[in-house]
């Protein structure tokens, strides 16, 4: 029987970043793959899971799309995060060569992270649901002209030869992963930095989204990350996605999101969590 306490769940099949990120971050916990990010976060809300590590953005690629749609209706609520180098090897079924590949499947991310690699070798991307899942795929097609983007673990499960170490093009191709949970927690301030994730509507006046953020400036709180996506098919309604530095009852933090909520519609706090060390490493290499 399945430990639910002890198990993380994540989007894809065995051998997959996020599977990686997982034993990274929890190595003694038991990994539960999901087909969707729907099924990953179900998987925690229904009680399957305790914890579900979602990838969120990559610096090579930009945002997961999916993930900034799914995560306010998801019901859980971000107490983690974690910075992942990606490494993308290109896999084959053995007896392979890189000359004679004429496709390679693998996530869309996976596929922008490689593409001048792809183009430089003339190799069509075909996207797929996952990584390892395509590795799975092309095992299992057996073709010599099919290839597959993964990690090398996928190439070790699915024994698939390597054909290319490292094809992602930059070399410090990294994905943020957010840990999410059922019940929210509450870190200290004092004992450790503190970001806070939230999502907002302003109201459809003015220089809303000016005004909205004004706050942010005027308490001198940083705002670590902004992005709005629409929410309905009119192109009328956007929603927010911000990260900020800070816990909400630090006094300038709660101005700040005070001045917000006025000139908002709606402000959902998704997580109040502890600030990864990688934070720290990327401001001392500025």
Aim: glycine share 8%; proline share 4%; net charge negative.
């Amino acid at each position: 029987m399945t430990d639910v306490e002890n198990t993380i769940a994540f989007q894809g099949v065995k051998g997959a970043n996020s599977d990686i990120a997982c034993h990274a971050v929890f190595p003694d916990m038991e990994t539960l793959a999901c087909y969707s990010f729907e099924d990953t976060f179900a998987a925690v809300r229904e009680g399957k899971a305790r914890l579900a590590m979602i990838p969120i953005e990559n610096s090579s690629a930009g945002r997961v799309a999916d993930n900034h749609h799914l995560m306010p209706e998801s019901g859980l609520h971000i107490i983690g995060e974690h910075y992942q180098k990606i490494e993308h090897q290109l896999l084959a079924p053995k007896g392979a060569t890189l000359a004679g590949l004429r496709q390679v499947h693998s996530h869309v991310q996976a596929l922008a992270q490689c593409r001048e690699f792809l183009r430089e070798h003339n190799i069509e991307p075909i996207v797929a649901a996952d990584t390892a899942g395509a590795a799975e795929q092309v095992a299992l097609w057996g073709n010599k002209d099919v290839g597959a983007i993964a990690t090398s673990l996928a190439g070790e499960i699915y024994g698939l030869d390597t054909l290319g170490v490292d094809v992602n093009d930059n070399a410090d191709n990294t994905t943020r992963f957010l840990v999410m949970a059922r019940d929210p927690i509450d870190p200290d301030p004092v004992e450790s930095k503190v970001m806070t994730t939230f999502v907002f509507k302003v109201r459809s006046v003015p220089a809303a989204l000016y005004k909205a953020l004004g706050g942010f400036a005027t308490n001198g709180v940083n705002l670590t990350k902004l992005e709005s996506y629409i929410t309905d098919g009119s192109f009328s309604v956007a929603q927010f996605y911000a990260d900020v530095e800070g816990h909400p009852s630090e006094r300038l933090v709660r101005l700040a999101l005070e001045e917000l909520s006025f000139f908002s519609k709606e402000v959902r706090i998704m997580g109040v969590y502890p600030a990864n060390s990688f934070r720290e490493r990327g401001v001392a290499a500025e």
